[in-house]
């Protein structure tokens, strides 16, 4: 057996494999319900067999994987890849970026997998790019070599956030005001979401809005007015990031869109800028009228990623 895991910000996905790579056992856990990521693994390990316990693992997190010692941002935990795989008993430990696991699972999606947003048939074996609003904003990239793909792991979401609008600019600099470096994390996420939503109230002369993600959805969905601006800046933005990867990265292999918000906004992703802001690229817009941009709909893309760096094809 094997054991893989997702660990966000906010949950924790964990699965074992068996030998043909088939997922077993998948359970999800709340992150606050734990101290850190070796006491979450233990607990799951623990409710199955001792005849599973895995030799080897391969852990995505949401954090940059750069030596030894991993710390992550929107959570205060903290591991060591030594003694974590010392702690669980592994012969091997496989940690790598949240969305290089998304990005390394990329050529296995199928069109069950994904909802095709615009754009038009990939070229083979091209450079593609991920990005993803959760808790935070994960981006990453995939281009071909000479033995696959290899995956490009990236901070790209703590990238300055660039305005298209006045009335973008607007709410950048008021954020910018208040933290002092408004990066595409600060509006592309969750908590981003919330951010827009009470920049708007303010500068509307509504005061500050006590409210959460869930909530500005949900009074979009009801046509109030504050709340379907605030989406509709959130999916410009989200288009103003995810071109500009794609042309830095020359990913005319397509552009994915991971993460926990997106399907929740998809109804109205059609009556957005998302779309024209997605192309309008000056003399490169015919250039990006041919990228397919997707929103990835498997609830568990980091697996296959972690499955192929275990060697499962």
């Not at 660990?7 to 699965?15: D, H, V």
């Not at 599973?52 to 890849?81: E, G, Y």
């Not at 926990?260 to 024209?276: N, T």
């Amino acid at each position: 057996m094997d054991l893989i895991a997702d660990i966000g910000a906010t949950n924790t996905r964990c699965a074992l494999l068996d030998d043909k790579g088939h997922v077993l056992s998948p359970e999800t856990f709340e992150n606050t319900d734990f101290t850190g990521v070796s006491g979450l693994l233990e607990v799951y390990l623990d409710h199955r067999r001792a005849s599973d316990r895995p030799r080897r693992a391969a852990i995505a997190i949401a954090a940059p994987v750069t030596d030894d010692k991993v710390s992550m941002l929107n959570i205060d935990w903290q591991v060591s890849q030594t003694a974590l795989k010392a702690e669980l008993a592994l012969h091997r430990l496989i940690m790598v970026n949240d969305f290089a696991a998304v990005a390394w699972g990329l050529p296995s999606l199928t069109s069950k997998d994904r909802q095709q947003l615009c754009g038009g048939d990939p070229p083979a074996r091209s450079p593609m790019a991920v990005l993803g609003p959760g808790s935070g904003l994960g981006v990453a990239g995939l281009i071909p070599s000479s033995d696959g793909w290899t995956a490009i792991s990236s901070e790209g979401g703590h990238t300055t956030m660039a305005a298209n609008t006045d009335e973008e600019a607007e709410v950048i600099a008021r954020i910018r005001d208040k933290i002092g470096h408004c990066s595409a994390e600060r509006v592309l996420s969750g908590p981003g979401l919330v951010q827009m939503y009470v920049t708007l109230s303010e500068i509307a002369g509504r005061g500050t809005a006590t409210i959460k993600a869930a909530d500005v959805t949900a009074l979009a969905r009801q046509k109030e007015p504050l709340a379907r601006q605030t989406v509709n800046m959130f999916l410009a933005l989200l288009a103003t990031q995810a071109s500009n990867l794609v042309l830095t990265l020359g990913a005319r292999g397509g552009l994915y869109i991971a993460g926990g918000i997106m399907p929740r906004l998809m109804e109205f992703v059609a009556q957005s800028p998302f779309q024209e802001r997605f192309v309008a690229k000056g003399r490169y817009r015919a250039y990006m009228e041919s990228v397919p941009a997707y929103v990835i709909t498997d609830e568990l893309p980091a697996f296959r990623g972690l499955k192929y760096l275990l060697g499962y094809r």
